[in-house]
Each structure stands twice: as C-alpha cells, then as structure tokens.
C-alpha cells in the first residue's frame, strides 16, 4: 500500500463506496466533486496511475459516457 499517494487512496475509496451506494461507477465529475478537486485532468492522471500500481483498470465506453472501472486490488 506504501506505492499509492494519499490522494490515490481517497479516490480509490471514494470509486469503491460510490459503486456500492448507487451500483455504478462515478463519473469524473462525480469523482473531483466528492473529493472537493475543479481539475477532471487530475482526477484522470490519477486513475491512470492507480490503473499502472494495478489497482483498477478502467477505460471509456463512448463519448460523453462514463468510464467503466474494475477495482482489482483492494487497501
């Protein structure tokens, strides 16, 4: 767990609860406003980043659709 950054880790938690509350997955707005951050870039850098540590794996459907995320590893 020492290889993902406190941030990571708050959106990690933040997909997976997310998920379990409403059976989707959040989208980027969703996500950079449940963790209180105006940049949909730095969301994405991070969820490519957690996608590299092995945790998720993600990718987007279509235009304007959200992205379908697979949690992989868990805290």
Same mark, same amino acid.
Do not use: A, W
């Given at each position: #767990? ?5 941030? *990571? =880790? *708050? $959106? %990690? $938690? ?5 998920? !379990? &509350? +409403?059976?989707?997955?959040?989208? &980027?707005? /969703?996500?950079?406003?449940? $963790?209180? #951050? ?7 850098? #991070?969820? +490519?980043? $957690? @996608? /590299?540590?092995?945790?998720? @794996?993600?990718?987007?459907? =279509? @235009?304007? !659709?959200?992205?379908?995320?697979? &949690?992989?590893?868990? %805290?």
């Amino acid at each position: #767990m020492d290889d993902i950054t406190k941030r *990571e =880790k *708050e $959106l %990690l $938690l933040f997909i997976i609860k997310f998920k !379990q &509350v +409403n059976g989707y997955t959040p989208t &980027v707005r /969703e996500m950079s406003k449940g $963790l209180c #951050m105006g940049s949909r870039s730095t969301i994405i850098s #991070m969820l +490519n980043h $957690l @996608e /590299e540590k092995g945790y998720i @794996e993600f990718k987007k459907r =279509k @235009e304007r !659709q959200p992205y379908i995320i697979k &949690v992989c590893k868990f %805290l």
